[in-house]
């Protein structure tokens, strides 16, 4: 076992030391920012973990060349994570923003400012965000990858906005970066504009709370309840997790693959790799199934789709190289806060040493132990981990309808991103490239676009209706899983004996587990949330959204006119 994780939870889980030591372990950093002078603020946005503004950096395959590593900046800097907590005018973002106020007001009190600094840091830390928020692209404009590729060299980037030094700011990190590929110009310009514009004492507040808000969570429960009354209003949550849960939370997060080498080591047997090999070669089968029947693509795109999907990697269970840790060091004598700053350096350093050398294809980006699965268009590979590897999703001793109905159609689903809104502009070696006929692609749109305007239509909450835009991707994943995992499915059958299960046909038993994974019950305020910020559609219509397209779920319930699931074969849209 990794000394480490041991070491992060008992810190973690020391409440009594926690509240002992108050404010005192981010205090130090606190009167750094308060004595930093303008120029000198692009330091602290490259070295001091915990100062989260403005904008995020980061190395990632080049969408261009994807076999090489390259660095990518990309807007950031709002406390409230979305651009349209601040820009909206309605109860919701209202209330909402009225709660950041005043966590704002209270972690900074809690550092010892009086009332008059609390509301001057409100009014900074709103006035620069808004100002952020207005120049950021929407998550439905972010979804378009060229339109976020755009490289220029860091010389001219320091030329035409000289006030964001990009070239003094990689060098504090130890880099000599000569080309970054910019993800959002407008809002590059608008952090430039406003480190040479805002008062210097506003800048340092935005600073300030910025870094209190990233420690928060990692200090005395003062804070940590700023941080839940906050959470509350935006998820709707009412009760705190345990303290255990977070505690654990943090190496999990944080040395990822530690844990979940332990995980693996008792929850994940060879022959569960063994049957998720055997359900993915059947998937690709069904989805070249797909491919061939398709009646809106052409021969020409179609020999490509086929190659792009030959050329899959697929990942399952965990990786064969676990990531070392040894060089880690936590210190117990030291604060918590102060090694959970260790931790993340040390991850940030391992994903700044890729820039400029070749991809390492083998890299996991999602730890053993997650219960998700993930589709890469960089990389053109399909993984799952083995904590998705469990009910309700897979069960290796269970009747194959639910196998194929469940984790199926999370094969099926990941399969289908190479092919959604975003992934089929990425060609099979994960370089960002037009591998269809301009006619093909037409064709895609116009029945994306009949996709958009059925979730569009639906009433998620009161006036608020689901984005069909924002979760196109999403959507088109779900439906052609469920489509390919279901002929997968019946190929499976052949000359099998088809049994009833509990009065369930084998087509029935393979919706309604399906529909079993997405079952779920959130609060309002989660609902709105999630709307606004999850590129998935809400559980329930992933259901309800989804089948009503599917003549095959139609014929296994003898849904006809009348019922609440029948939609008009006219109004009936399938693209994979």
């Given at each position: 076992m990794v000394p480490q994780i041991g070491d992060l939870y008992a810190m973690g889980m020391d409440s009594v030391r926690l509240n002992e030591q108050g404010a005192t372990p981010i205090l130090k950093d606190v009167e750094t920012i308060n004595n930093t002078k303008r120029e000198d603020l692009i330091d602290l946005m490259a070295t001091m973990i915990g100062v989260d503004a403005f904008f995020g950096t980061g190395v990632d395959a080049d969408m261009m060349n994807s076999n090489m590593n390259t660095m990518y900046w990309q807007q950031g800097g709002l406390g409230l994570g979305d651009r349209d907590y601040y820009l909206e005018d309605n109860e919701n973002t209202n209330a909402i923003r009225e709660a950041y106020k005043s966590f704002i007001k209270n972690i900074t009190g809690l550092v010892g400012y009086d009332s008059v600094a609390q509301q001057r840091v409100v009014d900074n830390v709103m006035n620069i965000e808004t100002e952020l928020a207005k120049a950021a692209m929407t998550r439905?404009?972010?979804?378009?990858?060229?339109?976020?590729?755009?490289?220029?060299?860091?010389?001219?980037?320091?030329?035409?906005?000289?006030?964001?030094?990009?070239?003094?700011?990689?060098?504090?990190?130890?880099?000599?970066?000569?080309?970054?590929?910019?993800?959002?110009?407008?809002?590059?310009?608008?952090?430039?504009?406003?480190?040479?514009?805002?008062?210097?004492?506003?800048?340092?507040?935005?600073?300030?709370?910025?870094?209190?808000?990233?420690?928060?969570?990692?200090?005395?429960?003062?804070?940590?309840?700023?941080?839940?009354?906050?959470?509350?209003?935006?998820?709707?949550?009412?009760?705190?997790?345990?303290?255990?849960?977070?505690?654990?939370?943090?190496?999990?997060?944080?040395?990822?693959?530690?844990?979940?080498?332990?995980?693996?080591?008792?929850?994940?047997?060879?022959?569960?790799?063994?049957?998720?090999?055997?359900?993915?070669?059947?998937?690709?089968?069904?989805?070249?199934?797909?491919?061939?029947?398709?009646?809106?693509?052409?021969?020409?795109?179609?020999?490509?789709?086929?190659?792009?999907?030959?050329?899959?990697?697929?990942?399952?269970?965990?990786?064969?190289?676990?990531?070392?840790?040894?060089?880690?060091?936590?210190?117990?004598?030291?604060?918590?806060?102060?090694?959970?700053?260790?931790?993340?350096?040390?991850?940030?350093?391992?994903?700044?040493?890729?820039?400029?050398?070749?991809?390492?294809?083998?890299?996991?980006?999602?730890?053993?132990?997650?219960?998700?699965?993930?589709?890469?268009?960089?990389?053109?590979?399909?993984?799952?981990?083995?904590?998705?590897?469990?009910?309700?999703?897979?069960?290796?001793?269970?009747?194959?309808?639910?196998?194929?109905?469940?984790?199926?159609?999370?094969?099926?689903?990941?399969?289908?991103?190479?092919?959604?809104?975003?992934?089929?502009?990425?060609?099979?070696?994960?370089?960002?490239?037009?591998?269809?006929?301009?006619?093909?692609?037409?064709?895609?749109n116009k029945l994306a676009d009949i996709l958009v305007a059925q979730f569009d239509s639906i009433v998620v909450l009161g006036d608020t209706h689901a984005n069909g835009r924002f979760t196109l991707g999403e959507n088109i994943a779900d439906q052609g899983g469920l489509r390919v995992a279901y002929t997968a499915y019946q190929n499976s059958l052949k000359d099998k004996e088809r049994i009833d299960i509990d009065g369930f046909t084998p087509e029935q038993r393979f919706y309604l587990a399906y529909a079993n994974v997405w079952a779920g019950n959130i609060r309002d305020e989660e609902i709105l949330s999630r709307t606004k910020t999850d590129p998935h559609s809400l559980g329930r219509w992933r259901v309800n959204g989804t089948l009503p397209n599917l003549e095959e779920f139609f014929k296994a319930f003898n849904i006809k006119e009348g019922d609440k699931m029948f939609r008009p074969a006219s109004e009936r849209v399938v693209i994979w």
């Open positions: 439905e404009e972010l979804r378009d990858p060229m339109a976020s590729y755009n490289p220029m060299a860091v010389e001219d980037v320091c030329k035409q906005y000289p006030n964001v030094d990009l070239r003094r700011y990689f060098q504090k990190q130890g880099l000599d970066v000569d080309t970054v590929v910019i993800g959002q110009p407008k809002s590059l310009a608008a952090v430039d504009n406003i480190l040479k514009n805002a008062d210097i004492q506003a800048l340092q507040d935005y600073l300030v709370a910025g870094y209190i808000s990233s420690a928060a969570n990692f200090l005395s429960d003062d804070f940590i309840n700023a941080n839940f009354e906050l959470s509350k209003v935006i998820s709707g949550v009412q009760q705190i997790q345990p303290r255990w849960k977070r505690a654990l939370s943090i190496p999990n997060n944080m040395l990822g693959e530690a844990v979940g080498q332990l995980y693996v080591e008792k929850y994940f047997p060879q022959s569960s790799k063994d049957k998720m090999l055997e359900l993915v070669d059947n998937l690709k089968t069904a989805l070249g199934q797909h491919i061939d029947n398709l009646t809106w693509m052409s021969d020409a795109t179609k020999a490509k789709a086929h190659e792009k999907l030959s050329t899959f990697t697929v990942k399952i269970g965990f990786p064969d190289k676990w990531r070392d840790y040894s060089d880690l060091t936590i210190d117990p004598s030291k604060s918590y806060w102060d090694n959970v700053k260790a931790a993340i350096k040390h991850n940030v350093d391992f994903s700044l040493a890729d820039y400029g050398k070749p991809v390492d294809k083998s890299r996991w980006y999602m730890p053993p132990q997650t219960v998700n699965a993930y589709y890469s268009p960089l990389s053109n590979e399909i993984c799952f981990p083995a904590g998705i590897l469990q009910a309700p999703f897979f069960d290796p001793e269970a009747d194959d309808a639910l196998n194929y109905g469940a984790i199926g159609v999370v094969i099926g689903h990941e399969m289908i991103h190479g092919f959604d809104d975003q992934g089929r502009q990425f060609d099979k070696d994960g370089n960002l490239k037009d591998w269809w006929t301009a006619e093909d692609a037409e064709a895609f």
